[in-house]
């Protein structure tokens, strides 16, 4: 029996020009490389133009990812951008994207925060959509200007956080239903709201009208962390029938090194398998994943049939997995 699968035809990514060293944020706080490095594996992180913003960073990913899937852009029928510091409260970055990049008029677009899980969460509502019929080509991008959320001044925070966007594009392909098909052959997202108060802004629209600052607790962040990155690769293994054997790459939410090399080792992943960008992109939240991808494709280190497992952890907390066969 023919099923229908979400093919990865095309990712992009855009970063923005400056970056941000950790020699530089020693002038700024009372901190230094050796503490970032030994700590995180963070070396520098992008951080935006003044006026450069989320949309500008989605639109350069996008139009990389639209090239690259050698699709017109009239083709794209769903475009949802998953982010927590979209340009405007309303309406989504999405539809003023869906204007910027000439879209099809009426094709739906929509934002998703779900923090740093938020292009797994982004990606399985797109692979519903295509899986039911209800479109055929999505335009999945996870897009952030986390500078602006950070206060510059506290030293806990500060050094772990970046700009940018990365950019999917999914397309419908029939397949046999089976563990051998190519494309998204499983995806899987979780939120616990009880950990609410462990990362967070403490500001919002409601609240104060204002986009607040990041807090975190990251020590709890980091115990909570590890298993659910597991989860999320591990529970999306056994939905695609595969194991840890099957799997090529490795494409963990991009936090923090020590987070990253403990999930590899629970998982019994070699860290040659693992994609690392978190040195030199910092923590991206919900970009770090398809920027991951993006930089991965375009450096080509993936090849056609590599199994990719994908997860990611954020605030909420969310967290989830996704498994993809090229
Ligand atoms: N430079 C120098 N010292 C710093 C510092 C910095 N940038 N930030 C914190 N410190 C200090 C602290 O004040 C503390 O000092 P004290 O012992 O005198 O109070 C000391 O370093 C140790 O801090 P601690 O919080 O115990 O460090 P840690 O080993 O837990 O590492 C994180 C801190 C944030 C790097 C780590 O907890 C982490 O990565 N957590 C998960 C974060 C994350 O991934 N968040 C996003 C998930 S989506």
Redo the contacts with the bound molecule.
């Keep these: 029996m023919t099923i229908i699968r979400s093919h990865l035809i095309g990712t992009g990514y855009k970063l923005p020009a400056k970056i941000l060293t950790n020699d530089d944020l020693s002038q700024m ?4 490389d050796e ?2 490095s030994t ?2 594996g963070i070396k520098s992180r992008h951080i935006a133009a003044e006026g450069e913003l989320t949309s500008d960073l989605s639109y350069e990913a996008a139009l990389m990812a639209i090239q690259n899937a050698q699709i017109k852009n009239q083709e794209i029928d769903f475009i949802i951008v998953a982010t927590v510091t979209g340009d405007h409260t309303f309406p989504a970055t999405a539809a003023k994207l869906a204007k910027k990049l000439g879209l099809k008029p009426g094709t739906p677009a929509m934002d998703v925060n779900a ?2 899980s938020g292009f797994v969460y982004a990606s399985q509502i797109a692979d519903n959509m295509i899986r039911l019929g209800q479109i055929k080509t999505a335009l999945v991008i996870g897009a952030e200007t986390l500078s602006r959320i950070t206060d510059w001044t506290d ?2 925070t500060c ?2 956080f970046g700009d940018g966007a990365g950019a999917a594009i999914f397309q419908a392909v029939e397949g046999l239903g089976t563990k051998d098909d190519t494309g998204l052959l499983a995806t899987k997202i979780y939120a616990d709201g009880e950990q609410f108060d462990r ?1 967070y802004s403490a500001s919002g629209v409601s609240i104060d009208q204002k986009a607040g600052y990041i807090h ?1 607790d ?2 709890e ?2 115990k909570v ?1 590890v298993p659910s990155l597991v989860q999320g690769v591990e529970e999306s293994l056994k939905i695609a029938g595969l194991s840890i054997e099957d799997v090529n790459w490795y494409v963990p ?1 991009q ?2 090194l ?2 990253i090399d403990s999930v590899a080792k629970k998982l019994n992943i070699d860290m040659e398998k693992v994609i690392v960008t978190v040195d030199h992109h910092g ?1 991206t939240s919900a970009a770090s994943i398809p920027l991951a991808l993006a930089e991965s494709f375009a450096a080509g280190k993936f090849k056609k049939g590599d199994v990719i497992a994908i997860s990611a ?3 909420g907390f969310t967290w989830g997995g996704m498994i993809l066969r090229l």
């Excluded at 706080?29 to 230094?32: E, G, L, Q, R």
């Design positions: 706080v009372d901190t230094n503490w970032i700590r995180t923090a740093c030293r806990n050094v772990l990362l975190m990251g020590k962040v980091f962390a939410h936090a923090n020590r987070i923590n952890m954020g605030a």
